[in-house]
Nanobody, 129 residues
Framework: DVQLQASGGGLVQAGGSLRLSCTAS????????VGWFRQAPGKEREGVSC????????YYADSVKGRFTMSTDSANNTVYLQMDNLKSEDTAVYYC??????????????????????WGQGTQVTVSS
């Protein structure tokens, strides 16, 4: 089975940067979609970004476009979320998720939690101003 380990969260001032990592272990050959979600206190969990590893497509929530960038290190089964120009509203627990969805499904369903089959434990990102 697939296990996901998220790391890289921390405390940073507004305008700063963090890079989150998500490493998959176990049998991960069938993983074709990797996404990042976040949940702030009192709010629903929301999709932040997703990549379809089969074709390299990448998707971002409007609130993070131009500031967050996903990248993939396939050899090490690791995806990254580079977060620049962080804002206080980015404060949340960030979760890594992965699934077997094909690119056509990811394109329309990447914001839906049910698209994914495995979830990491989450890592806290706190942005102070």
């Amino acid at each position: 089975d697939v296990q996901l380990q998220a790391s890289g969260g921390g405390l940073v001032q507004a305008g700063g940067s963090l890079r989150l990592s998500c490493t998959a272990s176990g049998f991960s050959f069938g993983v074709h979609a990797v996404g990042w979600f976040r949940q702030a206190p009192g709010k629903e969990r929301e999709g932040v970004s997703c990549t379809s590893t089969a074709d390299g497509s990448t998707y971002y929530a409007d609130s993070v476009k131009g500031r967050f960038t996903m990248s993939t290190d396939s050899a090490n089964n690791t995806v990254y979320l580079q977060m620049d120009n962080l804002k206080s509203e980015d404060t949340a627990v960030y979760y890594c998720a992965a699934g077997v969805a094909l690119p056509v499904t990811v394109e329309t369903g990447w914001r839906n939690e049910r698209t994914y089959d495995w979830w990491g434990q989450g890592t806290q990102v706190t942005v102070s101003s």
